[in-house]
């Protein structure tokens, strides 16, 4: 019989091992959670449906839970990024709809690092953390506002649009800009 470890400072990797050879739920759990926000978003992207999304990031987990025992995984985080974008386009195949992949739209190593850091900012440590907080500042005020609220806060885009003057159209294009602004300041930091 396993205890449970305390997984908050464990690598990714190290959870999956430990979900591995204990088949512990919770270990896996805890792992997925790290990255609802990011697969969520994914799902958002191309299936263009917040309760589609949601029900696709659900019925995912359910379906690795068993199964992922039996892949090899060295980054789980781009695994799981490409597991869930598959998962999006074998959806849409199944409704009868194509996804025709626009190459502006593609989220690149350094999208997912600046999304990684805003999901996990108060986790971050040294140097990263300081640079996303400086550059947070040097948004403008909208792009922090929705940004804030959406990954720190957790809040949807109508709950960003209730909460602010803004309408859907500028909330998801402040969250937009608001991400390429921030990689760029990453880069320079």
């Not at 050879?21 to 919770?26: A, L, N």
């Amino acid at each position: 019989m396993f205890k449970l470890k305390n997984t908050s400072k464990l690598a990714d990797e190290e959870i999956l091992h430990l979900y591995k050879i204990s088949g512990i739920t919770e270990y896996f759990g805890n792992l997925y959670n790290r990255y609802i926000p990011l697969l969520y978003g994914v799902c958002l992207k191309y299936l263009q449906n917040a309760d589609k999304a949601r029900d696709a990031v659900r019925q995912l987990f359910e379906d690795l839970l068993f199964e992922i025992s039996h892949y090899e995984i060295d980054n789980f985080r781009m695994w799981i990024y490409g597991v869930m974008k598959n998962y999006c386009i074998q959806l849409l195949q199944e409704e009868g709809r194509e996804w025709i992949e626009n190459p502006n739209q593609n989220m690149n190593i350094e999208d997912e690092r600046i999304l990684y850091l805003l999901n996990n900012y108060d986790e971050n440590e040294g140097e990263q953390k300081e640079a996303l907080r400086l550059c947070l500042k040097k948004l403008p005020v909208q792009q922090r506002i929705a940004i804030i609220r959406f990954f720190e806060e957790e809040m949807s885009y109508a709950d960003i649009v209730n909460s602010t003057r803004y309408n859907l159209e500028q909330v998801k294009s402040y969250i937009r800009e608001g991400k390429y602004n921030l990689k760029i300041g990453m880069n320079k930091e």
